[in-house]
């Protein structure tokens, strides 16, 4: 029974009705250094389009786009989300179009197949391929001028649960190609809960092969199990193996939001529908929900504004001082250079020997 609610809770929540990105009013990106308020939205009206796979030639995921109207030049945020992108990207509608309105182009890719997290790289790898080649042809297709230039130089590789688990093997067998951050939200390692697929992409005690600015967030009541008796993030596969793998020579923030759930930042109907597949805060609201989303939201734009803009500290303060957050959390960070971070990746090949080992 436990396998049947982890095979079909994908297709149930892809029953669900597409949300279909806001146009967010247009407003005055405040001075970097002063008034800074990553919870709200950003200047950006957004346009948001569908790319079905089952139409499009070269591509077998389909792609969510959201991507600022104005013209100008944007880093491109491929968002890898839960069960390895087998949940629908509009079930994190709120939270992308938020990192999209502060000026990001966001790709989220996605398909309906029980495939493990590493199977599904070569996938993954196709798509990049044909977004690099196809993608902005498609942007002028649903509306999006030819002033808005996608910067594929500059790749945010973000991840979800299993989703972080797709992406660092990514980076762990392909390099860095052009990845210069990365954000894990709540991730998980392996196949399934239960540890059956022997399927890993973290081994204890083993740092990664790869280092770049970093940001995790975990969620308090990750490993809190679920109605299936199964936690979503257990310990032993979540969180903290994550973050103990970094080299020490990331910049690395490592936030835990410390009354919230795996799946709470989910858009309504998706984080409804799941109940309490995961385990779950009941003392948590409907506004608490929104505030989060819009947390998880921020967060994400304020480490990309912290590795991008001048007056680094005014960004990074906000990563590191649980004050000026907008829920109850605690946080942690790695400086190894006493300096501001700035977008890069190394990596060394997986055979090799590597020093910091």
Known sequence: MKERVLTFLPAILATLPVCRARSFDPRTLPDPSHDFDPYQPGPHDLIHFQVKSLFTAGLNQSLDVWVPSSPGEYPLMYF????????????????????????????????????????????????????????????????????????????????????????????????????????????????????????????????????????????????????????????????????????????????NATDYAHMDFLDPDYRQMSGDFCGANDLIGEQDLYTYRKFVGGLITTFLKALTEENCETYTTLLEDTSTMSINATSRHVNPTSRCPHLSCSWVPESTDAPWL
């Not at 502060?102 to 996938?123: D, F, N, Y």
């Not at 977004?131 to 910067?151: F, N, R, T």
């Not at 196949?191 to 022997?198: L, Q």
């Not at 992409?201 to 009541?221: D, K, R, S, V």
């Open 80 to 255: 890898l989300d839960g069960f390895a992108m087998g949940t629908p990207p509009s079930a994190y509608a709120q939270v992308l179009s938020h990192v999209a309105s502060h000026g990001a182009v966001v790709v989220a890719p996605w398909a309906m197949t029980m495939a493990t997290p590493e199977h599904k790289l070569p996938s993954l790898i196709t798509t990049m391929g044909w977004a690099e080649e196809q993608l902005v042809e498609k942007m002028v297709e649903h509306g999006v001028a030819e002033e808005v230039v996608v910067d594929f130089g500059t790749l945010l590789g973000a991840g979800h649960s299993a989703g972080a688990h797709t992406l660092v093997a990514l980076l762990k067998t392909e390099g860095c190609g052009a990845f210069k951050a990365l954000v894990l939200l709540d991730p998980v390692d392996g196949a399934d809960p239960m540890g059956i697929i022997p399927e890993y992409c973290i081994t204890p005690g083993e740092l990664l092969n790869f280092a770049l600015p970093t940001l995790h967030l975990a969620a308090g009541f990750d490993p809190v199990p679920g109605f299936s008796g199964l936690a979503c993030a257990p310990d032993n596969l979540s969180n903290e193996r994550f973050w103990h793998a970094l080299r020490p020579d990331a910049h690395r923030w490592s936030i």
